[in-house]
């Protein structure tokens, strides 16, 4: 199961890398959805026959018989239907969720280091209070938007 979460980061990785790239060239007047329609559709071929292959390649093991048969096709089978639902999952239900959480972008340089500031800010104290790691990545976030 756990390599089925996987996939699905992968994929949507790939698929959200693609539509925060989109949305950032996109034109002025140019819906969100479309964007992400379009930046979805780019990489959804290439998402598609990447799980193609590894299903695929579990086929011969569903012709297996006895003592392997019993051994390896329920690996083969959990492996396959995370594939498919992963899948599923990247290519529906992603995009919808990208569409709406990055559907809006800040154009003013000011409010975005503002933004940053108060997120580098907020690291900080989450670092003194104890929650070093967590505190360091948000403002190792911030710091990055605020240089970018």
Do not use: N
Not at 14 to 24: G, K, N, S, T, Y
Not at 25 to 37: D, F, I, M, P, S
Not at 38 to 44: I, K, S, Y
Not at 60 to 74: R, S
């Amino acid at each position: 199961m756990k390599s089925g979460a996987k996939l699905t980061y992968k994929e949507a990785g790939v698929d959200i890398e693609a539509q925060d790239r989109a949305l950032d060239e996109a034109k002025e007047g140019e819906r969100t959805l479309e964007t992400v329609y379009r930046a979805t559709v780019e990489v959804g071929g290439a998402v598609l026959t990447a799980v193609a292959t590894t299903v695929v390649g579990f086929l011969p093991v569903f012709t297996m018989e006895a003592a392997e048969g019993k051994l390896f096709k329920p690996l083969a089978y959990t492996k396959t239907f995370a594939l498919i639902a992963s899948i599923i999952i990247a290519l529906t239900i992603l995009p919808s969720a990208a569409q709406v959480l990055m559907g809006f972008r800040v154009r003013a340089r000011l409010v975005r280091l503002v933004g940053a500031s108060v997120l580098l800010l907020a690291g900080v104290a989450i670092a003194v209070w104890g929650y070093l790691i967590a505190g360091g990545l948000i403002a190792a976030f911030a710091a990055f938007y605020l240089f970018r």
